[in-house]
Structure formats: structure tokens, C-alpha cells
């Protein structure tokens, strides 16, 4: 089992910044994926950013441009930082890790922008 714990969630002004961490612990092996998704209200939970083992990055049009994904190998932890945050950011974030087949995912950490 692979346990990932999320932090950096919390309240922000339109324009303003955030940045999520997301550690993982447990059974590491080999993580092929590390990555953030998100889910507002009402709505089905849609990717955000993932970085591979190697550093590719792959980023979601909505995001590209403001936010940033990167990890750290040697804490097993990956960032996402959040520029030029709009309203329609706020959504309670997922951090999730691919292993071996398997999907896990952190307990989610909300985002809330105010206008």
C-alpha cells in the first residue's frame, strides 16, 4: 500500500498563489506517476497535472501557463504550484500515485478562490 498525504490547501483572492505538496509513504517501489486532479462541486473530478519518474509533465489546458508540477525523488513528495488562481480553480484537490497497475490516492485538500 501506498499512502499519500496532501498539504498547502486553504483560502485565496483571485490572483493570488498556492502551492500543494503531496508525500508519499508506504510500499515504494517504483512510482511510474505522481499527479493532482480536482473535483468541484457538482462536477466529475478532472485531471490537473501528472510528472513521471523521469520529469515528463503533462498539464491540463485550463492550468497550463499558471500552475506548476514538480517532485522530489529522494522525499517522494511532488508540488503543485498555483499562479493566477481564478474562482474556477476552487475544488478540492487530489493528489494520486501509480504503482505497479495500481491507482492511489491522497484524502483531497480543498481550494477555495475568492473573487
Known amino acids: 500500500q501506498v499512502q499519500l498525504e496532501e498539504s498547502g490547501g486553504g483560502l485565496v483572492q483571485a490572483g493570488g498563489s498556492l502551492r500543494l505538496s503531496c508525500a508519499a509513504s508506504?510500499?515504494?517501489?517504483?512510482?511510474?506517476?505522481m499527479g493532482w486532479y480536482r473535483q468541484a462541486p457538482g462536477k466529475q473530478r478532472e485531471l490537473v497535472a501528472t510528472?513521471?519518474?523521469?520529469?515528463?509533465?503533462n498539464y491540463a489546458k485550463r492550468v497550463k501557463g499558471r500552475f506548476t508540477i514538480s517532485s522530489d525523488n529522494a522525499k517522494k513528495t511532488v508540488y503543485l504550484q498555483m499562479n493566477s488562481l481564478t474562482p474556477e480553480d476552487t475544488a478540492v484537490y487530489y493528489c494520486?500515485?501509480?504503482?505497479?497497475?495500481?491507482?492511489?490516492w491522497g484524502q483531497g485538500t480543498q481550494i477555495t478562490v475568492s473573487s
Open positions: 508506504g510500499r515504494i517501489f517504483s512510482i511510474n506517476v
Open positions: 510528472i513521471t519518474g523521469g520529469g515528463r509533465t
Open positions: 494520486n500515485a501509480a504503482q505497479s497497475g495500481k491507482e492511489y
